[in-house]
């Protein structure tokens, strides 16, 4: 089992960035594919993006690539969303989730796919 935290959140004018961290507890969260989703007020919660147990394989939403990159460091536990021009409608808390994946490349874009959940930052854009 992995407990996951996120911090990096905060306020941030359209165009800034932000960097996102995944923290997990335990030495085996290399064994885990990570991915990252958002609720903003009023909305289910959205994938976003994903990254798989090695890292060499990523995968975005249409509406933050080119714009948003995911990595990791295993030797830390942790996982990275890096957020660059942002927009408002980026406006949402922030959740990271980890599975054990059928492969090293495996990566999933459904929350239901996913076992483990931190409990959210937010990250609000002005305009």
């Known amino acids: 089992q992995v407990q996951l935290v996120e911090s990096g959140g905060g306020l941030v004018q359209a165009g800034g960035s932000l960097r996102l961290s995944c923290a997990a507890s335990?030495?085996?969260?290399?064994?885990?594919?990570v991915g990252w989703f958002r609720q903003a007020p009023g909305k289910e919660r959205e994938f976003v993006s994903a990254i798989s147990r090695s890292g060499g394989t990523t995968y975005y939403v249409d509406s933050v690539k080119g714009r948003f990159s995911a990595s990791r460091d295993n030797a830390k536990i942790t996982v990275y969303l890096q957020m660059n021009s942002l927009k408002p409608e980026d406006t949402a808390v922030y959740y990271c989730?980890?599975?054990?994946?059928?492969?090293?490349?495996?990566?999933?874009?459904?929350?239901?796919?996913?076992?483990?959940w931190g409990q959210g930052t937010q990250v609000t854009v002005s305009s």
């Open positions: 335990g030495r085996s969260f290399s064994s885990y594919a």
């Open positions: 989730a980890a599975r054990i994946p059928r492969s090293s490349n495996s990566y999933y874009t459904t929350a239901d796919e996913y076992a483990y």
